[in-house]
């Protein structure tokens, strides 16, 4: 029975990598197939089914003369990604001599494998993946190094929200029914239904501290005023009683003395 590879031609030669992971990473130090020439960026060929994606930048890719950014590597594919043409071999004879797939249940699935979704359209999976991704990374239950290099890949700018769904599910620690996951994703949840009502209440507290300053700023304003005035007053008094010896004693005791 012939293994499915993975054929790499540069310069005239050619290089088959079997496949036998999940994901093969193709790129500079720390790959899988190390190629020199490439200093950033890397491309990911997924196994099932074969599918090339480009992560991180660096060189474009291409298939059948069209720039894309992830593609399925069919038999006869041949898919370019700067100087390097992969295409995929021997996976025709692995699909025809393969028996039908048993009904696997929920009992006998691999803990790490993703738990199906079924009826789900491709944006809904990318929705579910993404989330369930994120929360595998924020309780620590993903693998060390791919939380690493995602977090890097994203101080560089260089994120791909399907990519690092795809790598955290694929190398994850446990299994989908794991309850921390469940209960996470229910506070989740709540924390989203609130934000709206949180958002008015920030709103209400800053209308609230914004009249209360306003209000505050006027009675400070009145009480200058008054006390400006009431100097003028003073001093008025002073000029007319030492420039023209005006004195307002008479008229004080007899406004007193209409209340006698």
């Known amino acids: 029975m012939t293994k499915p590879w993975l054929s790499i031609r540069s310069s005239g030669e050619e290089r088959r990598v079997p496949l036998d992971r ?33 992560v991180g930048g660096g060189p474009e890719l ?16 041949v898919a370019v990604w700067g100087e390097l043409e992969l295409s995929v071999g021997g996976v025709m004879a692995v699909i025809e001599e393969l028996p039908p797939e048993p009904d696997v249940s929920a009992h006998t699935r691999s803990p790490r494998s993703p738990a199906p979704s079924a009826n789900l359209g491709p944006n809904a999976q990318r929705v579910h993946d993404r989330l369930e991704a994120g929360l595998l990374v924020e309780l620590g239950l993903a693998h060390k190094d791919v939380t690493k290099r995602w977090q890097a890949s994203v101080v560089q700018g260089e994120w ?6 795809r790598e955290v599910l694929d190398r ?6 794991d309850p921390r996951l469940l209960e996470r994703a229910g506070r989740l949840q709540r924390d989203l239904v609130m934000a709206s009502f949180q958002r008015g209440l920030r709103k ?13 700023a006027i009675v400070v304003a009145n009480i200058v005023a008054f006390f400006c005035f009431s100097l003028i007053i003073v001093a008025i008094g002073f000029l007319l009683r030492v420039r023209w010896d005006v004195s307002f004693d008479g008229t004080i005791d007899r406004v007193l003395g209409l209340f006698d």
Request: charged share 25%.
């Open 172 to 177: 994850r620690e446990v299994g989908p029914e």
């Open 160 to 165: 791909d929200a399907d990519a690092c769904a």
């Open 204 to 216: 209400a507290g800053r209308s609230f501290r914004g009249a209360a300053r306003q209000g505050s």
């Open 22 to 54: 999940s994901v093969i990473r193709i790129g500079g130090a720390g790959c899988d197939v190390v190629t020199p020439g490439i200093p950033v960026g890397q491309l990911h060929v997924w196994t099932q089914p074969p599918k090339a994606v480009r």
């Open 62 to 77: 291409f298939v059948a003369g069209r720039r894309v950014d992830e593609a399925l590597l069919e038999p006869g594919v």
